[in-house]
C-alpha cells in the first residue's frame, strides 16, 4: 500500500487524494479522513485520467 498523494496544483486543503493498494486505486476526500473511498480497476483510472488531460470533463461556461 502506498501513501495517499494530492494533486501538485491542490493549493486549498479541499482535495481528493489517491494512492495504489495492489491492483487498485483508491480516491478520497482529503478532507475525510475516515470518509467513503472511491476504488478504481488500473484500466478505469487510466481512462478517466486520459479524459481529465483531453478536457473531456471542461465545463462549459453557463452565461449570467
Known sequence: ???????SRCD???CV???????VIEVRDSKADD?????FTPEEWAAFTGGVRAGEFEFEEVPA
Not at 487524494?17 to 491492483?23: I, L, P, S, T, Y
Not at 470518509?35 to 476504488?39: M, T
Request: glycine share 14%; no cysteine; net charge positive.
Open 17 to 23: 487524494e489517491a494512492r495504489r493498494v495492489g491492483d
Open 35 to 39: 470518509g467513503p473511498v472511491l476504488r
Open 1 to 7: 500500500m502506498t501513501a495517499w498523494i494530492r494533486s
Open 12 to 14: 486549498s486543503g479541499t
